[in-house]
């Protein structure tokens, strides 16, 4: 497929344009071949602002023929809504929802009902998610009194309704309850189920190696390889042999060049439905699948759902449970899981002894850092730095970040750059309470290696709640950061907590906001203790297990066998712990 397949007039997705999502524009939309095959935005007329195919914004990468697009594209122009669209054009919900929110059909009419009347009957609850997952990036920072945030208090309402098709990935980023998290998951698990039917069981035998299939969306350039590139080299080969199956874009990085090399196998599976794919897996022998993306952007848990391995796993890319009865295990360890949280979980634990965040220990760090001018700092005053999504930046922790720079003189609030409506409501919060927009600065991306040495210009990485840091807590860490976290009641808010308790830095982890905003403070104003925290950081991450994929790996390889085997003597899964004297 070499010339353009498709082409249609839908709202710009480029979500810096003020256009964004407004349809009518004339702008261009091709389907093109390019790694595999997607629709990428070429063109927002009005703007001229232009993206090339290699580097343009996607509209959306699915495995959906050209007519069934064009099909659900003219239904959901004449207002049809989700449900109806699915079952005319014989498209699943969920790819209709996709393509709903990126087109961006509705989003002007859902805003002006909601901002009118709340109570939306329950067939535009479809519309109210797109809308809602439409304007991620302002689900936090808008005010109490937002419509946004009433629309979700509703969302919460369905979850406990029973509604099946809210996406519970969002939901991390909003709930303080593994309960509800569960729930949510548990409701979407079986809308899933009901148009899945599995494949049939097949007896598992034991061999001299286990094969082991990893899942993801995320072999290229994505902090998931980031953070576990060494652990797939690394596995022992004598006893495993490990697959790759990618339903992700070929990006042509070095990244993907390195994990090619470190499975035995790998296998492109971004152009096969879920029923080709799972019989694939299936074909291939696979006795564990792994699988690291959950209900996150581009995941396949519609493959999980057709059983196509023995036992499968829940790995790293989903912070919480899945709740379905399809996956046998979470990889966890006693900070982000603890005991008294498994009735949350519909998946058993397998422990780790030193973290469930896997960390890649050959991750480069430029050798020759930024100035405080070249990186827009301020020469002198106190930084804290912020680089989480602006979804996770509640109200309630802005304000005490806000009180941080009122009482600490020349201090500074470094955040990573993002969606411009979220950095303009950022300044506007900030001088309605006094605080000069020029204190909170915000810093364009940079290459990793760059991303990582800018650390070291930061005195304090300031973690989030009720989502806290995952792969950017251990980005400051291994940068030489130190990361104040305050621990919350769900795995998504307990990550930098298990990071820091197992790096020996437990006084960095606290349990309230108040506690967090008083060890800020005292950090803020004590330059000694803060470089002891270096010092100590420095270290640590140099002999922690907890930055070794070798040590990881061996512990991890543990897990899998100890539940392999209660599989081939038909024992249930059960939970696993393994202990740090079990590492080979």
Not at 414 to 433: E, Q, T
Request: proline share 7%; net charge positive; hydrophobic share 40%.
């Amino acid at each position: 497929m070499d010339g353009p397949e498709i082409v249609l007039d839908v709202g710009c997705v480029n979500p810096e344009c003020e256009h964004f999502g407004i349809k009518g524009l004339g702008n261009v939309m091709v389907r093109r071949r390019y790694g595999t095959s997607g629709i990428r935005f070429l063109r927002c007329r009005h703007r001229q602002h232009e993206f090339s195919e290699r580097n343009g914004t996607p509209l959306y990468d699915l495995r959906v023929p050209k007519e069934k697009i064009v099909a659900v594209v003219s239904h959901l122009a004449e207002g049809t809504y989700v449900r109806k669209t699915a079952r005319l054009t014989g498209v699943s919900r969920d790819t209709v929802g996709r393509i709903l929110k990126r087109v961006g059909r509705h989003a002007r009419e859902i805003h002006d009902r909601l901002v009118r009347d709340l109570e939306i009957p329950e067939v535009q609850m479809d519309e109210m998610w797109s809308f809602v997952g439409k304007n991620f990036h302002k689900l936090q920072i808008c005010s109490r009194d937002d419509p946004l945030d009433q629309a979700i208090t509703r969302l919460r309402t369905l979850i406990h309704q029973n509604v099946g098709d809210i996406d519970p990935y969002l939901l991390v980023f909003i709930c303080r309850s593994p309960a509800e998290l569960q729930k949510a998951a548990r409701n979407y698990s079986r809308h899933l189920l009901a148009a899945v039917t599995p494949l049939p069981p097949t007896p598992s035998v034991q061999r001299q190696r286990v094969h082991i299939g990893y899942l993801s969306a995320d072999f290229h350039q994505h902090a998931t390889s980031v953070l576990a590139a060494e652990l797939f080299e690394s596995h022992d080969r004598n006893r495993f042999h490990i697959s790759a199956y990618s339903v992700g874009p070929e990006d042509h990085s070095p990244m993907r060049d390195r994990l090619y090399h470190a499975f035995d196998h790998f296998c492109d599976g971004s152009n096969l439905t879920d029923e080709a794919l799972a019989q694939k897996i299936r074909q291939d022998g696979i006795d564990i699948l792994v699988d690291l993306k959950g209900y996150t952007r581009d995941a396949r848990p519609r493959v999980l759902a057709m059983r196509p391995a023995p036992l499968q796993i829940n790995h790293l890319g989903f912070p919480g449970t899945m709740g379905a009865r399809f996956m046998d295990y979470i990889v966890a360890d006693g900070i982000v899981l603890p005991p008294e949280h498994e009735p949350f979980f519909d998946e058993h634990p397998i422990r780790l002894p030193h973290g469930y965040q896997v960390n890649d220990a050959q991750r480069a760090i430029a050798p020759d850092p930024l100035t405080r001018r070249q990186a827009g700092l301020p020469e002198r005053g106190m930084v804290f730095c912020c680089f989480n999504q602006s979804a996770m930046i509640t109200p309630e922790l802005l304000a005490l970040w806000l009180r941080l720079l009122k009482h600490i003189p020349e201090s500074i609030l470094w955040l990573l750059a993002f969606h411009p409506f979220a950095m303009k409501r950022l300044h506007a919060m900030a001088a309605s309470v006094g605080i000069e927009p020029q204190r909170l600065i915000f810093a364009p991306r940079l290459p990793l290696a760059q991303h990582l040495a800018r650390y070291r210009l930061a005195d304090l990485f300031l973690d989030t709640l009720p989502c806290g840091a995952h792969t950017t807590a251990s980005d400051a860490l291994w940068g030489g950061c130190p990361v104040l976290t305050c621990m919350g009641p769900t795995f998504p808010g307990r990550v930098a907590a298990s990071l820091l308790i197992h790096l020996g830095l437990p006084q960095l982890v606290t349990t309230t906001l108040a506690e967090y905003e008083r060890m800020a403070m005292t950090l803020a104003l004590d330059h000694q203790q803060r470089q002891h925290l270096r010092h100590h950081l420095h270290q640590r991450i140099t002999s922690s297990p907890i930055f070794n994929g070798r040590i990881f790996a061996r512990h991890l390889e543990q897990g899998f066998l100890e539940a392999w085997k209660r599989h081939l003597q038909h024992r249930p899964p059960a939970p696993i712990h393994i202990q740090a004297s079990m590492m080979m």
